[in-house]
């Protein structure tokens, strides 16, 4: 789809003739942008930037519009982050992740053996924790935001009370969802009043949902933290088996932090700080692949991906051992690994013929699924907002109260919840990420932005569980190093390596057969998957007076809109 609204006749020109040519997949725009998962939500914030607002103003609309439009992923029921750049260059972060209850212990998910109970901490109300969205979107707004806060949850409340034309994406989710597992509140999700599965093409209303918002939009975030909703949220958990209390809803408060720096070349990188691993692990990568000399190594060859995959592999393993929430691990060496001597050493002991062995004796990670979703914002000035938020797995923990009509993460499952106990397939057992009250679980979710003189120059993040921290270094390398436009860096074949399982996993039908047979030659363990990253991007292409957006073609009803 390409958009091109209101050019002058110049920017025409330039448009036609040296941009069209390339531009499959992506949009252009000379005033704003907002590229996220689903088009209903991304014109929601186009509609605030065109009315004047800021794109802190175009991103809190757009991630409430998301959590209508895109009940998958997008939420008020789930956390993420927000990293901020405006054009005169200030750089921030709001955390946003979910804390465990204050009632979560350490061994909360084990059985009388000390054994993990397989699947326990995904499932359930106790995999919930407690949610973050409403008070981290409450504070960008507070602090950046420039239009009223109503008028930024209006259009969601809009949206949920007239209804939107079911996607037929979700469709088919409500339709799978009809199954034996899938607990009633998701069962009934896309039902109408009448009890009727709303079908692909007709409108689906969310009323209880739309009380909710209500809500919020008169109380801010007092509308979800404190009062009725908070009552009926205690009132659930209690009746169901969780633990959540509205004590720990009036305890939550969204953090402001600086963020993560970094640089490749002449760019500076800004990205999300732990509690997520994101920042931290792509600063590392692209240190490391700064000393590579990329120009003798050809892109996707064989040398290309085993490098990339051992630079994977390094900073996941340092990920495992060292990252976890800031506020109950204030020693973090986040300025070792983040430095470029840490990177020295790191490119030193890669082997470049050979692939090196995870120790299954050490570290692990977990490999999870692709539903959390990521918005990129640029508004007229040239401010930019990346922001990624999550449910966990898709739908989350596929509970809820029909009263509050939102769904409930499942984002406990993301903490280590076996202490001491590291496998070479699944578990990791270090102690930064031990389930302890009031702590945020760590996270990989990386939103970035990267600057150029001092100026958002490329916003982007993803979905995708620890693949995250890949899918956006490769797609910021493919930008920065080979100077790909942005779709096609986005498009580009994405690999992944995250130290334990020792599995080197690359995009079926984008890896050539030789390279693989190379590749286990040199003795990586291939595991070919359909998709890896669904990225939503911004270039904001100064010199070309345009910004041009893509999102990501695996998302099927995302969509970059701009005027
Ligand atoms: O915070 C995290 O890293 C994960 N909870 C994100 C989950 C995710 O991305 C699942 N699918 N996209």
Redesign the pocket.
Known sequence: MIKIISYSPIVLFIAIFFILPNCFGQTYAKNGMVVSDNELASEVGVAILKKGGNAIDAAVATAFALAVTHPQ?GNIGG??FIVYMNASGTTTTIDF?EKAPLRATSDMFLDENGELVEGSNHRGLKSVGVPGTVAGLFMAHQKYGSLPWKELVQPSVDLANNGMILTYTLASHARRMQDKETPDFLKNYFKNPDGRLVEFGETWRQPALAKTLELIRDKGKDGFYKGKVAREIEKYMKANGGIITQKDLKKYTAIERAPIKGTYKEFEIYSMPPP???GVALIEMMNVMELANLDSIQFNSTAYVHLVAETMRRAFADRAEHLGDPDFNPEMPLEKLTSKEFAQRRFRNIDLERASVSDSTKFGQLY??????HLSVIDKNGDAVSL?Y?????YGSKLGSPKLGFIF?N?M??FNPQPGYTNSERLIGTDPNIIQPGKR?????TPTIVAKEGKPYLVIG???????INTVFQTVLNVLEYEMPIHKAIEAMKIHHQWLPDRLIFENHLMSPDTQKALEGMGHTLYGTNNLG?LMGILNATEQGVYIGASDSSSPDGAASGY
Do not use: K
């Not at 999870?368 to 979703?373: A, E, K, P, R, V």
């Not at 999550?390 to 898709?394: F, N, P």
């Not at 679980?441 to 979710?445: E, H, I, K, Q, T």
């Open positions: 992923a956390g993420g992740r997520s691993s994101g999870d699924g692709t539903n959390t979703t990624t999550t449910l966990e797995y898709s993460n984002e499952g993301d679980m760590l996270s990989s979710m993803s979905p995708g569980g620890r693949t995250i669904r």
